[in-house]
């Protein structure tokens, strides 16, 4: 079945530490992206990208780090300049920019301890 | 600045009754696209219905129908014969033309329902 797929779905992370969450999609598409959520918040964009090897910064993209080397995957990396990394994560994707709506995965909760 | 509220933190409905969520957006632009997700608590995001701004006939996905009024940049949510399974957060989420990627998110609504 197509989808997208987030692993880990849980992750626990210290303090000082840098940590990658993966996302991988089979539907073919050619957009991707990087959600965060926080409780009594909408979703706010880290990180997007188009096509491969190309990406560009969301809203909230400080303290956040992506790749995109294969159109399937598109990982995002929390480094330790993140000072609030605790949140809900939730990749996307979409077929031709987000005017068509966007596929999501089942998130990551990620928590610092 | 392209901007989405929801004015509503939180909605109950009884089973088989019908329910508005409402969603107010501010933009200048003329191509544009509304959409209205559903996060069940399984917090996986879930596209319920897409209306685009041209067109002028309000979009319906089976039992969930939106009322697009464009002039008061308004896009309400109708859930007709609600069924337990509707309880979630619902959330709207903008974006336009020119856009590359930016889906624009109002802070959601978590809708009740009673049996």
Known sequence: ?113 | AQTVTQSQPEMSVQEAETVTLSCTYDTSESDYYLFWYKQPPSRQMILVIRQEAYKQQNATENRFSVNFQKAAKSFSLKISDSQLGDAAMYFCAFTYGGSQGNLIFGKGTKLSVKP
């Open chain 1, 1 to 113: 079945d197509g989808g997208i797929t987030q692993s880990p779905k849980y992750l626990f992370r210290k303090e000082g530490q840098n940590v990658t969450l993966s996302c991988e999609q089979n539907l073919n598409h050619d957009a991707m992206y990087w959600y965060r959520q926080d409780p009594g918040q909408g979703l706010r964009l880290i990180y997007y990208s188009q096509i491969v090897n190309d990406f560009q910064k969301g809203d909230i993209a400080e303290g956040y780090s992506v790749s995109r080397e294969k159109k399937e995957s598109f990982p995002l990396t929390v480094t330790s300049a993140q000072k609030n990394p605790t949140a809900f994560y939730l990749c996307a994707s979409s077929i031709g920019g987000s005017r068509t709506g966007a596929f999501f995965g089942q998130g990551t909760r990620l928590t610092v301890v």
